[in-house]
């Protein structure tokens, strides 16, 4: 069955901002009206659910369905709401869908809920709607209106909430037909945008002047001839040849090994557009076990391709996999089955993090080596939250080379989550744990953060002392303009405040990436490149990239200003040239050239 034709792809993407909307017109049949939210009915996998009537404080409603789901079902359809709609749907039939909804706690890493809304045809199951909803801990109304291509004689609504740990609120909810009397195009639709994209916000001068203070620095060269003496009008030529700051990316670790032509193509984007690379799966502890070999190759193909390495991760401290049915797990087995005895898992994850920091001790610039510490706290409910500063301390007597990070999935809003990683951070500091950086994932779903706030939060990062990581960036790109518009704002505001350090991508083609599904690569699925992909080495190798030339002066010098790096400068006289590496820092550097 065909699926409906939306008005807009728009539709599926972030809310921040609203556009103005054309008022909704009279005549439309209700199918759904918001009183009936207590005839909701729910359905399927409800062990352990909660579900009630609250009431809310908002301007247009004042109460709202509450769901609190503990543990995610295997299908998000598993748990479910329905409410069975008489009234039939013609194909072509004009629907508009209406709902207001807010997450007060969600497992996912982007830290949104999510909320199927499904209209289909009682008994076949035809699909009149089928589309997926999210949103943070503000409240975000979605206005929907679609196209309907199937007949449905009668017709259910469902709101499925399974598909993950979480607690939602759900308003207001209208679904009309205005049958053929009008056009999509005539009903008020959910635009997305955020704040500060405009091409005048005015953010975007203070940035710039900020990335030229702080990511530049003075080069000055002296150029001599054989017997010292300077040379004057040598033609000089400065082409930077790599970022000091670490753009990187995850790989796809078994394709990133294989041979053939798509392997090959795979690091050739990966080589070309990228310094760091992280293995997304083999340094986890129990795929290390397991595939050790791999894991080893895979960090040594990346040295030899001139990519630095990022660890992740030495600690991922959860064993629900094993509980929950889902496949996936944090942990080994045997880690799960020694979860009662506290001085074996304690002697286990010492083990741990001495053997894969000792395996890879020298080969690594930074080391995630706690994931994720507020939501998968398993090994810290039996050993303690303190454990963690032993932790730290001990991969720093394993490998003193490496920046050691605690990186938590949570994006830039502000909420508990980053106030948790604060709170973290400053009792790791009493407990002399050698926390260098915080890593922020920066997962993002339908909600992005506006660029002022993204400024802000990075500031109260930084204030605990450490450097900021972004280390696993990625949103979803059906909007390709707006995928590209944020990619390139979110760059260019982290990249302007000192404490960043690095930026990564989680992966960067949508073959293979963990969100294929939303598109979240910057490289299509046949690899090529994509608008966001464009932004991306704009900024990256065009905006923030040096390529000079310029003659010596009477003295034999010649002074620029470029970004950090490691750059080849080649002088010519004569017919004779030469040709030198050099790295720039962002104090300066003084070189002398001799012909």
């Known amino acids: 069955m065909k699926p409906l034709l939306l008005l807009s792809s728009l539709l599926l993407l972030p809310l921040v901002a609203l556009a ?30 909660a579900n009630q009537i609250v009431a809310v404080e908002h301007p247009d409603f004042n109460e709202a369905l509450e769901v609190n789901v503990p543990v995610a079902r295997n299908r998000s359809w598993d748990t479910q709401f329905e ?48 589309q997926d909803f999210s949103a943070g801990r503000e409240w975000r109304h979605y206005q929907y209106p679609v196209l309907a291509q199937v007949n449905s004689a009668s017709s259910s609504v469902n709101f499925r909430v399974g598909g993950r740990s979480q607690k939602l609120q759900i308003a207001k909810i209208e ?3 205005f049958g053929k009397s009008i056009g999509v195009d005539s009903l008020p639709a959910t635009r997305f945008t955020y704040q500060g994209r405009e091409l005048d916000a005015v953010w975007r001068q203070a940035a710039a002047e900020r990335i030229e203070k702080i990511r530049k620095g003075d080069l000055t060269l002296t150029i001599l001839d054989a017997q010292n003496q300077p040379v004057s009008g040598a033609n000089i030529k400065i082409e930077m040849q790599r970022h000091s700051f670490y753009w990187g990316t995850a790989l796809d670790d078994p394709l990133f090994l294989e041979a053939g032509p798509k392997a090959d193509r795979y690091r050739k984007i990966l080589t070309e557009n990228f310094n760091n690379a992280v293995p997304g799966n083999y340094l986890k502890w129990g795929v290390f076990e397991r595939l050790r070999p791999d894991a080893i190759e895979s960090v040594a193909k990346a040295k030899a391709l001139g990519l630095s390495v990022r660890s992740h991760c030495m600690i991922w401290a959860s064993w629900q996999g094993f509980l929950n049915g889902q496949g996936w797990a944090f942990l080994p087995r045997t880690i799960f089955d020694i979860r009662d005895k506290p001085d074996e898992l304690r002697q286990a994850s010492y083990a741990r993090i001495k053997d894969v920091g ?10 995630d080596v706690l994931n994720e510490p507020m939501e998968h706290r398993d090994l810290m409910k039996v050993l303690g939250e303190d454990e963690i500063a032993e932790w730290f301390k001990l991969a720093r ?22 106030d948790n990683l604060v709170r973290l951070a400053k009792r790791l500091d009493q407990l002399k744990a050698p926390v260098d950086a915080l890593g922020i994932q920066a ?8 660029i002022d706030d993204v400024f802000i939060a990075i500031n109260r990062f930084a204030a605990t002392g450490k450097s900021v990581h972004i280390t696993e960036f990625d949103m979803p790109g059906h909007d390709l303009q707006l995928h590209a518009d944020y990619v390139r704002d979110f760059i260019t505001i982290v990249f302007s405040h000192p404490s960043v350090t690095h930026f990564n991508q989680w992966g ?13 690569g910057l490289w299509d699925r046949d690899y090529n490149i994509k608008p966001a992909g464009e932004a991306y080495r704009d900024l990256v190798y065009r905006q923030f990239w040096t390529t000079t030339e310029g003659r010596s002066d009477s003295k034999g010098n010649y002074t620029t200003r470029g970004f950090a790096g490691t750059y080849k400068i080649t002088v010519t006289q004569d ?15 003084l070189a002398v050239v001799k012909l």
């Open 575 to 589: 017919g004779q040239a030469k040709e030198i590496t050099m790295e720039l820092p962002v104090d300066g550097a």
């Open 358 to 367: 000792t395996v890879f001790r020298g080969q690594v610039e930074s080391i």
């Open 443 to 450: 997962h993002y779903g339908v909600n992005l953060t506006g």
């Open 508 to 520: 960067f083609s949508d073959d293979h990436h963990w969100r294929a599904s939303e598109q979240a």
């Open 20 to 49: 103005s909307f054309p008022d909704l017109p009279s005549g439309g049949q209700s199918l759904f009206s918001p009183e009936k939210i207590s005839s909701l009915t729910l359905i399927g996998n409800i062990e352990g659910t």
């Open 83 to 130: 409410f069975k709609l008489l009234p039939s749907i013609k194909k072509d039939d004009v629907l508009y869908v209406s709902f207001w909804l807010r997450g007060l706690r969600s497992a996912n890493e982007t830290g949104e809920v999510k909320v199927g809304l499904v209209i289909e045809e009682v008994g076949s199951h035809n699909k009149v709607l089928d």
């Open 397 to 418: 007597l394993t490998d003193p080379g490496a920046t050691l990070v605690l990186n938590e999935a949570i994006t830039f809003d502000w909420s508990s989550g980053a």
């Open 175 to 177: 679904i009309l037909n």
